[in-house]
C-alpha cells in the first residue's frame, strides 16, 4: 500500500462547477498537508497548506483535513479553465521524514467553456 | 524574493554519461529536497540537505548523489546515466526543511 492514496482521474468539469480533490494516508505520523498545482512542463506551485485537522479557506480554494479518518481534501469553487492542471496532495511530518514530502500521484483536472 | 532556480532546464545524454544538476534555493532557506518526476511513479523524493549535511535519503540507486554549499546552493549528481533516468527532476527549498517546500522548474533530462 503506497502511504499516499489519490485518485488521478482525470476529472473534466464544466466552468462554474465545484470541484472535490481528495487523498487518504496511512502514516499517522504525518501532521503537515499541503495541495500542490502543477501546470504542464512546470514545477509544482503551492496552493494550500495545513498543520493538522480542520479547515482552511483561502479565495475559491478550501483545505481540509480530518486526521481520525486519514482524510485530506480541496475544494474549488466558481472553477475556471485557468484551474485546469494537475492537482497533487503532499504531506510530512517531523522525525525520520524530515524535510521529505509524500506525495500522491496527482489528479489530471480539466474545467472546460 | 526570488524563487528556486534550477539549471539547467533541458538536457540531453546518451546512456553511460554522468550529468550534474544545480539549484539555488530560495534566500533564507536552508534546506533543500530533490524528487524524480515520471509519468509512470509520479514525484519520488531522492533527497534533503540542510546545513551541507544529508538528512534524508530515499530509495534510489548510489548513481544518485548530490551535496550543498555553504551558501545552501545544492547540485545533484547522476553517473552512468540509464534510459530509465530520463524524468523531471525537481529541487524544492525550505526554511527548515519541516514547513512549506517551494519548487523550482525543474531540469527535464533524457537520456537516449
Known amino acids: 500500500q503506497k502511504e499516499v492514496e489519490q485518485d488521478p482521474g482525470p476529472l473534466s468539469v464544466p466552468e462554474g462547477a465545484i470541484v472535490s480533490l481528495n487523498c487518504t494516508y496511512s502514516n499517522s505520523a504525518f501532521q503537515y498537508f499541503m495541495w500542490y498545482r502543477q501546470y504542464s512542463r512546470k514545477g509544482p506551485e503551492l496552493l494550500m497548506y495545513t498543520y493538522s485537522s480542520g479547515n482552511k479557506e483561502d479565495g475559491r480554494f478550501t483545505a481540509q483535513v480530518d486526521k481520525s479518518s486519514k482524510y485530506i481534501s480541496l475544494f474549488i469553487r466558481d472553477s475556471q479553465p485557468s484551474d485546469s492542471a494537475t492537482y497533487l496532495c503532499?504531506?510530512?511530518?517531523?522525525?525520520?521524514?524530515?524535510?521529505?514530502?509524500?506525495f500522491g500521484r496527482g489528479t489530471q483536472l480539466t474545467v472546460w467553456p | 524574493k526570488a524563487g528556486v532556480t534550477q539549471t539547467p532546464r533541458y538536457l540531453i545524454k546518451t546512456r553511460g554519461q554522468q550529468v550534474t544538476l544545480s539549484c539555488s534555493p530560495i534566500?533564507?532557506?536552508?534546506?533543500v529536497s530533490w524528487y524524480q518526476q515520471t509519468p509512470g511513479q509520479g514525484l519520488q523524493f531522492l533527497f534533503e540537505y540542510f546545513s551541507e549535511t544529508q538528512r534524508n535519503k530515499g530509495n534510489f540507486p548510489g548513481r544518485f548523489s548530490g551535496r550543498q554549499f555553504s551558501n545552501s546552493r545544492s547540485e545533484m549528481n547522476v553517473s552512468t546515466l540509464e534510459l530509465g533516468d530520463s524524468a523531471l527532476y525537481l529541487c524544492?527549498?525550505?526554511?527548515?526543511?519541516?514547513?512549506?517546500?517551494?519548487f523550482g522548474p525543474g531540469t527535464r533530462l533524457t537520456v537516449l
Open positions: 503532499a504531506m510530512s511530518g517531523r522525525g525520520s521524514t524530515l524535510g521529505r514530502l509524500y
Open positions: 524544492a527549498s525550505s526554511v527548515g526543511g519541516a514547513d512549506t517546500q517551494y
Open positions: 534566500s533564507g532557506h536552508r534546506s
